[in-house]
T-cell receptor, first 111, second 113 residues
Framework: NAGVTQTPKFRVLKTGQSMTLLCAQD?????MYWYRQDPGMGLRLIHY???????AKGEVPDGYNVSRLKKQNFLLGLESAAPSQTSVYFC??????????FGPGTRLTVL | GNSVTQMEGPVTLSEEAFLTINCTYT??????LFWYVQYPGEGLQLLLK?????DKGSNKGFEATYRKETTSFHLEKGSVQVSDSAVYFC????????????FGQGTRLTINP
């Protein structure tokens, strides 16, 4: 039982490049979330999903897209990376009304 | 909108000292309140939670009480250990099934032997 895993762990991009972050969970959770963590600001919700095939915007969705084609996977895409997207990205999953389980994070640097 | 404010760090204490990390919130309705902990190089883990006023969450010697009258959820521990060194986040969510968490900025705690 791996819990929540994230791929990759580290990535460096140039401005304008695109990439996809993958989150996978093996707990059969309905809900999945993407957060970004910036120094002095805690975590902020980017997008979330309440089930396969559904997505919704969180607090800071601009510049990101997501997809939930399979229940166990939640993808976060950056179509044209900007330095302001340099951050640590965390994925989480949960059952309804239950605690969220977090992945180990992806550290992204945009030059 | 909803927001969480917690005491700024870093906080440095000696082993066996008493710990308090203050957390206050602004929210509409009746949010659930959480403390998460992040150990170096890891993701966040739920430490404790409270879902209604006057509830006390507790885990691993840590406690926090949901105080609606003061909109607070302060984290306390009577005797800290070196292994408690981590970043602590206070958070709230609305009562929906998808608990969209709103986090405080985090407080880095270092315990010296």
């Amino acid at each position: 039982n791996a819990g929540v895993t994230q791929t990759p762990k580290f990535r460096v991009l140039k401005t304008g490049q695109s990439m996809t972050l993958l989150c996978a969970q093996d707990m059969n959770h309905e809900y999945m979330y993407w957060y970004r963590q910036d120094p002095g600001m805690g975590l902020r919700l980017i997008h979330y999903s309440v089930g396969e095939g559904t997505t919704a915007k969180g607090e800071v969705p601009d510049g990101y897209n997501v997809s939930r084609l399979k229940k166990q996977n939640f993808l976060l895409g950056l179509e044209s990376a900007a330095p302001s997207q340099t951050s640590v990205y965390f994925c989480a999953s949960s059952r309804a009304y239950n605690e969220q389980f977090f992945g180990p994070g992806t550290r992204l640097t945009v030059l | 909108g909803n927001s969480v404010t917690q005491m700024e760090g870093p906080v440095t204490l000696s082993e066996e000292a008493f710990l308090t990390i203050n957390c206050t919130y602004t929210a509409t309705g009746y949010p659930s309140l959480f403390w998460y902990v992040q150990y170096p190089g890891e993701g966040l883990q739920l430490l404790l939670k409270a879902t209604k006023a006057d509830d006390k969450g507790s885990n691993k010697g840590f406690e926090a009480t949901y105080r609606k009258e003061t909109t607070s959820f302060h984290l306390e521990k009577g005797s800290v250990q070196v292994s408690d060194s981590a970043v602590y986040f206070c958070a709230l969510s609305d009562q929906g099934g998808a608990q969209k968490l709103v986090f405080g900025q985090g407080t880095r705690l270092t315990i010296n032997p």
